[in-house]
């Protein structure tokens, strides 16, 4: 029969709990929140790149892209949520919330935000797709990834150190 024996038993189980205890907020909301950072900013970046055109599109004619006031509110609006535990698993949502600056009959305290962003990514009949959300994705998806990764490795590292 094969037995296992532990020295310092006590001291492992004590950091263990300290790793259970620091779970949620130190490891996992520290790699969660830096690694939507790292897609925030992309998605920045790739909405700078966007072209704008102040003029109305047509289904012959579409514009290019959405004008210079719908592209700001959607830079000012860009931002990451609380972290939110579902059914074991915690998440943070980057998106945009609010409306824009440009007010119409239709919408009186400014267009949404969020049909705005989705206008430029999927394009509508009078304005050309410009998916700067789905480019985003593909180019920080092994790098976001990767930072969670190490953070949580470092993180549990520096636990079990002490």
Not at 54 to 61: L, P
Request: proline share 3%; hydrophobic share 35%; with cysteine.
């Amino acid at each position: 029969m094969a037995t296992i024996s532990f020295k310092n038993g006590d001291e492992y189980l004590g950091k263990i709990a300290k790793l259970e205890a620091a779970l949620k907020d130190e490891i996992c909301g520290a790699a969660i929140y830096g690694a939507a950072g790292i897609v925030a900013d992309e998605i920045r970046s790739q909405l700078k790149a966007v072209p704008t055109d102040e003029g109305y599109g047509t289904a012959s004619e579409p514009t290019r892209g959405p004008k210079a006031g719908q592209k700001e509110g959607l830079l000012d609006a860009l931002g990451i949520s609380s972290m939110e535990e579902k059914s074991g698993y915690y998440d943070v949502k980057i998106g945009f919330d609010g409306y824009n600056g440009i007010k119409t009959k239709r919408w009186p305290n400014g267009q949404p935000n969020q049909m705005v962003a989705r206008s430029i990514e999927r394009g509508t009949s009078w304005m050309k797709a410009n998916a700067f959300v789905k480019r985003a994705m593909a180019a920080t998806r092994k790098r976001a990834l990767e930072f969670m990764k190490h953070s949580v490795d470092e993180s549990i590292r520096k636990i079990m150190e002490k």
